[in-house]
């Protein structure tokens, strides 16, 4: 399967003639039609135009061409494209055409890439299991009776199931990191503003994030060289330098720090999780890292504030939804959006903005300052992805604290700014995927990226493929 | 309580039907009394974090960029006619010259 | 208490479109008056197309700052935009982006005739779309042009200093003014392009404290509506007082062919604008260097010229205000006048001239010409001496005051009694030969 190889050995194989794009993009489409009862794209480029891109492709190969120039990749349905729907995973969006494309996306078209579909997910990005979609729940790859974990279920999944080389996911609160821990690959959260969010559906503006979702940090890094960047048409886009993802990756880890905040490790969710991320932990000794032990009370709020904040910008950024220029109307929207919706509302409200809206805001001051503190004493912060490995359906869906209490490890991380990135560490009895976050300081992409090659080089877990069940 | 998930509903101009108010009810009480954690905190002298991007200024020059063609801009629209974007009469205003 | 008599208490709220090139948010042309078509000027940011983002017109915010400093106004260093939310179809993103507590200009002061206007504060936000209503097949629709969605719009609000309906139209004509010689905005009341609003309310003459109520009149597009409505306000409010009524807190809208004020269905039931600092746009923070860089570009204002035009060429101020529309014309008459000086002729009686088209304009055939065109007229219209001394006896036997006034040092009394000298003479005088002889015989009654 050409489609299990990493990123440069495909790139490497096309140059040698050894393998075509029109052989890469025809195993894409193949897995895509024998994985369709996983449900994880919500539309497809029609069979022969891609065959015929990747043919004309083929003949324009080049040795200078792009490392991702002729590889098959997805996007989560929350980026407008001008030549597929956009729907966010909702009715709402119900046969919209954007007249433009994201900015994300025209970055990686521009390499040669080739968009094969876009990922079902949690609609508006609400949601941490991909049953909150109108176009069916996601299924795990692992074991189609769990969730795929979300919002960015389906763009997880067609990497887990090696429909396409990788994808592009959103995470406001977890949901990139979230689904890769539930289907076995890596994701990455990237600083506020390291991606341009131009094109992005908005969830919540202050906390959306754009990043990559593939089977190795290496892989990641190649995505990620291709789209970070200011971008003028996104004014919270960073002007910083873009660092240098893909060179050195392999260079030592030795000698620094990584921080175990105790409310991370305190013995109140699943201890199989615990107990995987802990070996993680002892794994990274080995590589030669050392590590301390942190306190940050802070984390423990890190569920209200969260809510009040992405519930306050989401019921803002939805309010344009009104059926009037596309889409359809108010009412289509799901109770778990009109959920999040209403409790923004009332979060603004007259009376409520000062208790509510404003204190979770400097709630979050406090939460930075924990952040700040704990970057003082370590390199990187260590932590679980999610409390649980994957749920079975219906177990999350009609319970919308446990829906919260999903996000407990990964939404602290947004509302910080700081980047984290997902990375396979185990397995349940069960066979079901844990994962290992590993947190870095504002901006340093780079250095998580270089831990994460370096655990990835030490251990396999990241190079099992789940039998895709037909 | 009821009441209010009403105002809000109204407030966002989310249609809700009365079944489904008693439902949010339920849920919306739960989640805010979870949220009162925040009321723990002592927040008096915090200042507050809207954003975490370090930019500041960003502004564009005026300058006129291309827009999009009508067609193009009515195309998504299920109601449309000569050029504009259509909904039913709205502030209907005896009054009004 | 039938005797009562109340003092209107009242502040302005005027919004004008800002002239720049492009929108507020995004590229689109600003320019909804000449569109061709409806929707044709608008893209995914000014549509609030799902994914678009906001990046703010430099210009405008620069524009905004400049009026700021015209009017004497406090700048915030510090600043930011925030969305403001309600629902309403020619609201595209439903919500509007604005500025809630830090907006770039506070404190400042317009000076009218009427008395000072203090100016609480001014901030930027953008226009809305324009809605049509219209009757289809039978069906009553609102039709939606976002050709101005996202225009930038600039909102300047006064504190209650304002009298009488005189006084709101010396205020908002004054402003007027102000923004049409800084070049920022077109002022185009007709089409919408500055738009008043007043908030009315009367209080016992004998009382300082602000009332407790007000009625906001919204959308007035014309000044003599604006002192229409305001004259109807304070007619009905008094009558309510008078009763013992309550005056209920309301918008109200004014119909000029009734001549009546009228209770408006409110935008929203309740107001809850629920306003939040805009994620999508950083904030914008100057230093004073910049902002007196900007106060360095600004022109001598209107009534600062005017003031000088007074002292250096006796050009009376309200007859200046008719020429000072712009910053070319103040250029152009300075000119003129500064020309007329050094050739010993009156600029007053110069301008005179040229307003009752007896002499052409220099808009028209330049400073030179003007001037040369006036001083041919008044060879022709010398008149007789005998003549006009006997009409100088005679208006300054009827008017002993004008005597009096010029020798406690009142010189400007001139003008008054040369007006009155005019009028009698039976035919079109040279104002400079009256003048000279009104001097004349002034001096000689010691």
Known sequence: ?????????????????????????????????????????????????????????????????????????????????????????????????????????????????????????????????????????????WNPAYISGGSSGGSAVAVAARMVTFSIGEDTGGSIRNPASMCGISGLKVTYGRVSRYGTIAYASSLDTVGPLAKSAEDLAIVLQTIAGSDPKDGSSSHRPVDTYTEGLTDGVVGKKIGLPKQFFAENYNPEVRSTILAAVEQMKELGLTTVELDMPMLNYAIPIYYMLASSETSSNLARYDGVRYGTGRENFLPESARRIM???????????????????????????????????????????????????????????????????????????????????????????????????????????????????????????????? | MSNQVLHLAKLAALPISDAEIEKYEKQLKTIFEYMDQIKQLDLTAVSETFRTTEEENVLRDDVVTASLSQTEALKNSSATLDGFFVVPAIMKDENAP | MTNQTYQLVCGMEVHAELKTASKMFCGCKNDPFHAEQPNTYTCPVCLGLPGALPVANKRAIEWTIKLGLALGCKINLFSKFDRKHYFYPDLPKGYQISQYDLPFCYDGTIETEHGTVRIHRIHLEEDTGKLLHKTVAGKQLSLIDFNRSSVPLVEIVTEPDITSAAHAAAYGKQLRSIMKYLDIANCDMEQGG???????????????????????????????????????????????????????????????????????????????????????????????????????????????????????????????????????????????????????????????NIQSKKVPAPESVGAEKSLAAFEALQKTESIDTTELTTIIHKVLAENPDISAKYFHGQKQIIGFAMGQVMRQLPQKSDPSQVRTALLRELESST
């Open chain 1, 343 to 470: 409790l923004g509302t009332y979060a603004l409200s007259a009376g409520y903005a000062e208790k509510l809206y404003k204190n979770a805001q400097r709630a979050r001051t406090l939460l930075i300052d924990n952040y700040a503190d704990a970057f003082k004493q370590c390199d990187f912060i260590a932590a679980p992805t999610t409390p649980s490995p994957a749920q079975k359906f219906g177990e999350l869906l009609d319970n919308p604290m446990e829906n919260m209490l999903a996000d407990l490890f990964t939404a602290t991380i947004n509302i910080v700014g700081v980047p984290s990135l997902a990375v396979p560490a185990g397995f349940t009895a069960d066979k079901l995927p844990i994962g290992l976050q590993i947190i870095g300081d504002k901006f340093q992409e780079r250095a998580i990226l270089t831990l994460a090659r370096a655990y990835q080089d030490a251990t396999t877990w990241h190079k099992e493929v789940p039998e895709i069940h037909l």
């Open chain 1, 1 to 141: 399967m050409l489609l299990d190889k990493s990123i440069a050995e495909l790139a490497g194989l096309l140059r040698k003639r050894e393998i075509t794009i029109e052989q890469l993009v025809l195993e894409s489409i193949e897995r895509c039609e024998q994985g369709v009862s996983l449900n994880c794209f919500i539309s497809l480029r029609d069979k022969q135009a891609l065959l015929k891109e990747a043919r004309e492709k083929d003949a324009a190969l080049s040795d200078d061409k792009h490392l991702l120039y002729g590889m098959p990749f997805s996007v989560k349905d929350s980026y407008v494209t001008q030549d597929l729907p956009t729907t966010s995973g909702s009715r709402v969006l119900k046969n919209f055409i954007s007249p433009y494309t994201a900015t994300v996306v025209q970055k990686l078209l521009d390499t040669g890439a080739i968009l094969i579909g876009k990922n079902n997910q949690d609609s508006w990005g609400h949601g941490g299991s991909n049953e909150n979609t109108d176009f069916g729940p996601v299924k795990n790859p």
């Open chain 3, 194 to 352: 500055m738009r008043l609003e007043a908030n009315v309310s009367l209080r016992p003459a004998n009382e300082t404290a602000l009332p407790n109520y007000k009625t906001e009149i919204k959308n007035i597009n014309s000044f003599r509506f604006l002192e229409q409505a305001i004259d109807f306000e304070v007619q009905r409010q008094t009558a309510l007082l008078e009763k013992g009524e309550r005056i209920p807190q309301e918008t109200r809208g004014w119909n000029a062919v009734k001549q009546e004020t009228y209770p408006q269905r409110s935008k929203e039931d309740a107001e809850d604008y629920r306003y939040f600092p805009d994620p999508d746009i950083p904030p914008i923070r100057f230093t004073t260097e910049q902002i007196e860089a900007l106060r360095a570009e600004l022109p001598e204002l209107p009534d600062a010229v005017s003031r000088r035009w007074e002292a250096e060429y006796h050009v009376s101020r309200s007859l200046a205000a008719q020429v000072l529309e712009n910053q070319a014309a103040a250029e152009l008459y300075e000119t003129l006048f500064s020309r007329a000086k050094q050739q010993g002729v009156s600029a007053e009686a110069l301008l005179k």
